[in-house]
């Protein structure tokens, strides 16, 4: 049987995107049980992967050492996908190779050089590529932009959301909680994620708190965050969590009065389509792919300046108010279209085509 070998060790960050990536698209292949190609993942540790799909998949342990060409995997499978555009492992051999592509936010975040090592390695990736998929039709704009794409099959095909079925008990509550109205978000503290914006647009919301979660221990924290939460006196009003498992997170989505996502760059931008999932009212950055994931009946900032942020928030707010049965029915529509099980037999697809 001809195997297909993924490129899957960022499956072990599971509080990242890519990791998110990993996992959900392998749990789609396995819930698609396809029979007529194995499929080997690349991992660190397979033991909780094996105890979940067991012999489904092969497992090929992961060594970083395998970055270096003298140390390349050299068994010849039929189909290569490299997961993530960054990955630095690579065939041994010129076999059939997809790549998947995120988004190509290095160009801003680390060098717009085309000669720079990060982005000569990826056009590396995208010249020895058979097929090309994308996360959104914004990471195929903007590759397309700063990059030579070769003439290959290209596809577009759309994340998942992650929360299927809502599985909160009426008895759990997370150790952080706050008994005023509140508003949510979540995601790495960094600066592409402009969470300072929300605490400058706090200070004319004074009916609501925030909660923030998500890996806090970054510099963009102490540099930013925490000295903004100081001088505006929010220590009582902002509520930062850190990393929080699935549940907890249910319960911030199901108890928020609106998701808020101020980002600057997504190549998709999961956290919306999940906070839809709910039926909540999500207010986010008309840029790149937010406009595109978050669909018509979202809410959008079109700049950072606070009182007109908040001015978005409240008019929002207001209108979700008037049409809450029909909007809150319609968010879930759009976040239940996300699925990752139809994603996962779209790749299928792909493979199949290079088999």
């Known amino acids: 049987m ?16 890519f990791g998110q990536f990993n996992y959900h698209l392998v749990k789609g292949l396995y819930n698609a049980n396809i029979e007529d190609f194995k499929m080997t993942l690349h991992v660190k540790d397979s033991s909780s992967l094996r105890k979940e799909f067991g012999d489904y998949f092969n497992y090929k342990k992961y060594y970083s050492f395998r970055r270096y060409p003298f ?16 990955i630095k492992i690579e065939p041994h051999h010129s076999i059939p190779y997809v790549l998947t592509v995120h988004d190509v936010n290095f160009i801003d975040e680390v060098s717009n050089d085309l000669n720079h090592d990060v982005n000569v390695r990826f056009q590396n990736k995208l010249n020895r590529s058979n097929a090309i998929t994308y996360i959104s039709e914004y990471a195929k704009v903007s590759t397309h932009q700063y990059f030579k794409v070769p003439d290959v099959p290209e596809y577009v095909i759309y994340n998942g959301n992650p929360i299927i079925d809502i599985n909160l008990s009426e008895n759990f509550i997370p150790t952080l909680t706050t008994e005023r109205p509140y508003l949510f978000s979540i995601g790495e503290f960094t600066e592409r994620k402009n969470f300072h914006t929300l605490l400058e647009m706090l200070t004319h919301l004074p009916e609501f708190d925030l909660i923030l979660s998500g890996n806090h221990e970054t510099d963009y924290t102490n540099s930013k965050l925490l000295p903004i939460i100081k ?3 929010l220590e009582n009003r902002v509520h930062i969590t850190g990393k929080i498992g699935d549940l907890a997170k249910q319960y ?17 931008g999961i956290p919306p389509i999940e906070a839809m999932r709910f039926g909540k009212p999500v207010f986010l950055s008309n840029n790149t792919s937010l406009p595109e994931i978050g669909g018509k009946d979202a809410f959008f900032w079109n700049h950072y300046e606070p009182e007109y942020m908040a001015k978005i928030v409240e008019d929002g ?22 699925n990752w099980n139809e994603a996962a037999k779209q790749y299928a697809e792909v493979y199949r085509s290079l088999l």
Not at 252 to 268: D, I, K, W
Not at 317 to 338: G, M, P, R, T, V
Request: with cysteine; proline share 3%; net charge positive.
């Open 317 to 338: 707010l207001n209108e979700f108010s008037k049409n809450k049965d029909i909007l809150s029915q319609k968010y879930i529509e759009h976040a239940k279209s996300f």
């Open 252 to 268: 911030y989505l199901q108890n928020c009065t609106a998701f808020v996502f101020p980002s600057l760059r997504e190549g998709f």
């Open 231 to 233: 001088k505006l006196n």
């Open 2 to 17: 001809k195997q297909v070998f993924l490129e899957s060790h960022n499956i072990k960050n599971p509080h990242f995107g």
């Open 71 to 86: 140390f390349q995997i050299r068994k010849k499978y039929a189909v290569w996908h490299s997961m993530n555009q960054n």
